[in-house]
């Protein structure tokens, strides 16, 4: 008998473009620190990621339709990887169900709100009606953008920070690229890194079915002409469900709530320094163990904030919190809880010794993380009464860093039961570290803000999202909610001045957008985002969920502290990456632009300089020398044909009395136009290559970047893969077809020119399950996309009521597919084909389809809810399951202990699509009819979805002679 909520997900092969192989399996040594602290030295390499390199005009691509009423809805599911009890232990030591901190907040006066309280920006966003949108953004020099779940992948919507005009709206993907990450499942998080100026969008993959996707921008300026990005494809030993990022200056550092970690969950970390220059980068994991008691889990990483970078040499921070009475209810403390910090430090070039030390326990009041149990995903009432997640698991995102000079500070907040009665209200809490790398972090402050007033007024608050201004103010925006009196999904925020009480928010509560309906199940926004402008370090830029009346709705909202900061400059510029040929002579580049920017009135001189001496060949000049901010200097550089070919930064400074502000431009040079490659790997002519190979060539001389070709033809007529690849001399082709021909060449280029082509290789895939052999023809006997009338498709019950239907939520091809959905209740589904008549002599003969799975498992193994295919010869009257013995790919994932299919061989667990293919050749000759059958037992389903089915295709092979030949005397 099932006693938890539960999804367990089915573990996919994939590739991922330009991959090598990890190394040894992941062993780190263990030890104890001078300070007693726990160290694990090693990580597991994952490999390395070879990036794709667009270029575009983001105002052009093309626009994304809004949703409208009628199309299709998109859910992005949270998973549970664990099947967990929702009982609650019972602590060793009792503790109060009040929260002891709310008093604290209900006792401090208000003060005024110095401006904060009025919004400078506040307008909706995507209408995305995916369960849950998972609203995301950040701010830049000059846009905010946001991304959402959508389908097809993440929505991204880019906006003029000046009047929160829109630029355009569109799918990440259509940024470029092939390969796994061509198509995008969801779960957005946009990052601005600050400490280069540069745009990170990241999504994770429904094709490989465990790949994170990451986008990095080469400028600032989303509105420039032309914007290159290098899209990484980082594959996952299993799904990395709720990845949560932070920007540090030595890696991009990512939680994730991964599955099949065996009582771990992951921290993952990226060569920050190689995706920046667009250069094939490596990525590592290392695992922490779970808590007791969550099915669903991730430690957060900490995200840079602010003009000043931590201190040199600074580890990557994560941080989860551990209500004890929870999690180790033998050995409680009852008067106290805990969060849990780590540092990790990674060696990109020896992971054996990436460094891993924690956790260190930091004493916290007590909170609750029981909201209707540890694993229910329903706790906060609406008016309508629906119950809505309570995300009590994370720290919400984001953990924001920023570095003071004077001290360090992290702010984060999670959501806690207020009263013992299921009551949210927002923990948030503020960490700093004095003294430098090698001091502890301590508590500075912490309060729980469940409102201003006592009585508490009943309303739900959570879902916050954080973080400080330059001048130490903090600020947090989160969801409102409450059944009576109603209060409909809203969006608030409140704030705090750096000087005012410690633990306590002083500003009124502030409304940004009232909902006016409810939400129809219990999925809600998953994360909110909250992030400082880094142009003036002063404006908070937030977006999150709320419910107009008839549909969800996203806000975007921007609101400051008039006391924010001290008078200084920043200093950012445009054109920092380019590229010159001096094969003809002296080369010039292009005009930088730099921009001085005033904060707080700043006005004193800045002069301008470069911060080495420059390159041999290398002369430039700036005009004005010294500008006063705001303002602008421009650089002008040539490079003389003298100087060697390669890549170089040019650092500049801006120097006002004490403070200097510095930004780095990248020329890359180029004396002559690139030699043409070689060829190595697949040998020419070689055979049974794997349909997605990786294909090999030597390095060209002075060679940016490569063009590969792939064709069916020697001519190159039908070009069916085309690649650009920067930084390496390899790539993975996906997506090929098996026995067929395939012809592939390579040119190389920079910007002096392009080579010519490389010499014409050949290979030959291997022959797939249930494909025709070299010399046979292949015959299409039946087929079924589901676009069309499905004609002579029956749909019944044999228990429960008939739910085979066309759906639209997620076709394989098209726009529709079939569905059973896996309902709560005992059902047994029917969908049954037309007769299909089998030919003789024409082998193989196989059936093939394409199955979208989401279909409760057991944790133990087998499957509560399940799958699977039956045959009849006689029309119907008689049925036979389809045995495993006859799937050639995609067997049955394991027995039914539930529902009618008990005893059973089954298809079940979470997992996009797959093709399967079923030998059919003992059927020739016959009529027969196919029948996918759905069982489902009393209880848990993962209704709206279930068992998707699409490209259905019953095919033959037959020899191509043609009579001439039947003496059978020639060969």
Known sequence: MKVARTMMWVALAGVFAGAQAADAPYKPVESVNSQGIKERRGAQLLGVSTPETFTVNMAELPTVRE???????????????????????????????????????????????????????????????????????????RHFVQAVNAAGGSQVRIYRKSDGSLVNSITMTSLGGTG????????????????????????????????????????????????????????????????????????????????????????????????????????????????????????????????????????????????DESHNAGSNNPNQDFLELWHLKPDFTTPANTVLTGPVSIPVAEFSSNLNGLTAFEAFPQPSGQLLDPLREPI??????????????????????????????????????????????????????????????GTDRWMAGIAQDSSGNIAMAYSA???????????????????????????????????????????????????????????????????????????????????????????????????????????????????????????????????????????GDFTPATVTPPGTSTLAMSVAQSAAAGAY?????????????????????????????????PANNATNVAVSPVLTWTASTQAKSYIVEVSTDPNFSTIVATQNVTG????????????????????????????????????????????????????????????????????????????WSVSTARPFGGTKSWLAVDEEDTTDQLLTSPAITLPTGQSPLTLSFQSDLNLEPRSSGG???????????????????????????????????DGPASGKQVWCGTRPYKKAVVDLNSYAGQTVRLRFRTSTDGSVGFTPHGWYVDDIRVQSCSSQNDGIFANGFEP
């Open 67 to 141: 949703w409208q009423p009628g199309d299709s809805l998109v859910e992005i599911p949270r998973r549970h990887w664990e099947e967990v009890s929702n009982v609650i232990p019972e602590p060793v030591n009792p503790v109060s169900s009040a929260d002891p901190l709310v008093p604290l907040q209900f006792e401090q006066a208000l003060r005024g709100s110095g401006g904060f309280t009025t919004p400078i920006i506040n307008i909706d966003g995507s209408t995305s009606q995916a369960s849950p949108p998972d609203p995301s953004g950040d701010v830049g020099t």
């Open 396 to 457: 919400m995102n984001r953990l924001a860093y920023r570095n003071f000079g004077t001290h360090e500070s992290l702010v984060g907040n999670l959501v806690t039961d207020i009263d013992g009665n299921d009551t949210g209200g927002i923990r948030w809490f503020e960490l700093r570290r004095t003294g430098g790398i090698n001091q502890p972090w301590t508590l500075y402050q912490e309060g729980t803000y469940a409102g201003n007033a006592q009585p508490q007024d």
């Open 863 to 897: 499957c509560w809810d399940g799958g699977y295919l039956e045959i009849s010869t006689n029309d119907g009257s008689t049925w036979t399951q389809v045995p495993n013995t006859a799937m050639l790919t995609d067997p049955y994932t394991g027995a039914a202990n």
């Open 728 to 803: 390496g001399t390899s790539v993975t082709v996906n997506g090929l077809a098996g026995s067929t021909q395939y012809y592939w060449r390579v040119r190389s280029q920079n910007i002096c020119g392009t080579s010519t082509n490389s010499e014409v290789f050949s290979f030959r895939t291997l022959t797939l399950p249930g494909d025709c052999a070299v010399g046979q023809t292949t015959n299409a006997v039946f087929t079924e996309n589901v676009e069309g009338a499905t004609t002579g498709w029956t749909t019944s019950a044999a228990t429960g009521t008939a739910n």
């Open 649 to 681: 930064t040019i650092g500049v400074n801006g120097t006002s009395g004490a403070t200097t502000r510095f930004l780095n431009a990248s020329v890359a040079v180029s004396t002559q136009s690139p030699t043409v490659p070689t060829l190595t790997v």
């Open 180 to 323: 796994a990450c061509a198509s995008g499942l969801g779960d957005p998080i946009v990052l601005f890194d600050q400490l280069a100026n540069r745009w990170v969008l990241t999504e994770f993959s429904t094709q490989a079915g465990r790949s994170l996707c990451v986008y990095v921008s080469s400028t600032d300026d989303l509105e420039a002409p032309s914007v290159t990005w290098h899209r990484y494809t980082f594959t996952m030993p299993a799904f990395p469900d709720y990845p949560k990022y932070g920007v540090w200056p030595d890696a991009y550092y990512v939680g994730a709530n991964e599955g099949g970690t065996s009582g771990q969950r992951p921290f993952y970390v990226m060569d920050r320094a190689k995706m920046l220059a667009g250069e094939p980068a490596t990525f590592q994991r290392v695992t922490v163990p779970n808590l007791s008691g969550f099915g669903f889990q991730m430690t957060t990483p900490a995200d840079h904030d602010g003009i000043d970078a931590p201190p040199a040499g600074a580890p990557g921070i994560f941080l989860r919190h551990r209500d």
């Open 481 to 619: 909610v409450r059944q009576s009196p109603a209060v409909f999904p809203s969006l608030r925020y409140v704030g705090r001045r750096s000087d005012d009480p410690l633990g306590t928010m002083t500003t009124p509560e502030t409304t940004l957008v009232a909902g006016t309906g409810n939400h129809s199940n219990e999925r809600w926004g998953d994360y909110f985002q909250l992030n400082v402008d880094p142009v003036d370090n002063c404006t908070f830029w937030f977006t999150g969920l709320y419910m107009p009346t008839n549909s969800k709705g996203t806000r975007i909202s921007s609101f400051r502290f008039d006391a924010c900061g001290s008078p200084t400059f920043t200093v950012s510029g445009n054109n920092l990456t380019q590229e010159v040929c001096t094969a003809s002579g002296p080369a010039a580049l292009s005009p930088i632009s730099v921009s001085v920017g005033s904060t707080m009135g700043f006005s004193d001189p800045v002069a301008m300089s470069f911060a080495n001496t420059l390159p041999p060949g290398f002369s």
